[in-house]
């Protein structure tokens, strides 16, 4: 066959191959260099006082009308008891954003997860109550007791088992730590399985209200200021759609200033959401020691101090820095915005 035949058949084959939409067109991710368009958001949180930003911004349509200018469509919700089972999720590729606690996301990013904590959600806000008829005047006294908290690696399992350390009780041999979710704990102390639980608002408000327990300690007493919850998002995210990120600090900026002006809102908000009691959410936000916060700066070095924890205390492999925890750029964009 002549040379000028072999051209004309190769140049009708490679016609025909982009006829028949064999190759990729220019809106290709490859080609141009953009990431691909989505439109629905995977969010994470649980059902603590301490995460009310997170329901205000989506009972009151902000995450959905926010967002919808980046093409999110639907917001895809996702309740988790704890933070171990909400980190393993987002390891699994399971959510985008999730509002949880700082200690579960530091054990979930020393594991390889792709993400980083982006705001504070807020500060201390945990107690330990003990049961009415076990007495108590110093941490001494909790040695021989059952002590029901939040699974290891969380923010409760971490701060409960350094305090108890400083004060001179061995966690492994002093004291029994129970792992358990809210409901579970709650539950647990008022069968008398348990003598004392550490629990994230509003659950130790409800033991009290039952008649259950007394608060002995606040996790602010425990540790002052501490880092609790955070806002973390996937490293994808971040990447790939970095104003839809910015966006998401500023809808979570907006309900918990929202939240701080309208507390009595913001406790119908979360009544309405989880079915509890409303007065019981009112007693809990006055009595409890926590405050909703948004400037990373507040928290970054008790965070860091989880790290070390929960690396001497052998959870894991890799002890972190400041900077592979937290990307605090789309914070500082938006108030250079203000």
Known sequence: MRKSSILILTLLLVASIFISGCVSDDTDENVTGEAPAITELNIGYQPSTHQIAYMTAYEKGWWQE??????????????????????????????????????????????????????????????LVLRPENEYESPKDLKG????????????????????????????????????????????????????VFLPHPSPTIIEEEGNGRTIVQSGEMSPNHACCVLLVSGKLIREHPDLVEQIVKTHIKAT?????????????????????????????????????TD?????????????????????????????????????????EE
């Open 66 to 127: 926010d967002l919808a200018p980046y093409g999110i469509k639907k917001i895809n919700e996702y309740q988790f008891p704890t933070g171990a089972p909400e980190m393993q999720a987002m390891m699994a590729g399971d959510l985008d954003v999730a509002y949880v606690g700082a200690a579960p996301a530091i054990k979930a990013l020393s594991s390889g997860l792709d993400a980083k904590i982006i705001e504070p959600v807020q500060i201390n806000g945990s107690s």
């Open 257 to 293: 200033e929202y939240n701080t002006e309208n507390i009595d809102e913001a406790a119908q908000i979360y009544s309405n959401k989880t079915t509890t009691d409303l007065e019981t959410v009112k007693t809990s936000l006055e009595e409890w020691d926590g405050a909703w916060i």
């Open 145 to 196: 007791l059952k002590i029901a908290t939040f699974p290891p690696g969380t923010i409760q399992d971490t701060l409960l088992r350094d305090w108890l350390a400083k004060n001179g009780l061995d966690v492994e041999k002093d004291v029994t730590i129970i792992p358990m979710g809210p409901g579970d704990a709650v539950t647990a102390i008022l069968a008398k399985q348990v003598d004392a």
């Open 296 to 336: 990373p700066a507040l928290i970054e070095n008790s965070t860091v101090e989880y790290a070390n924890i929960q690396y001497e205390l052998k959870y894991n492999e890799k002890n972190l820095t400041e900077e592979e925890i937290f990307d605090t750029s789309f914070y500082e964009a938006t108030v250079k």
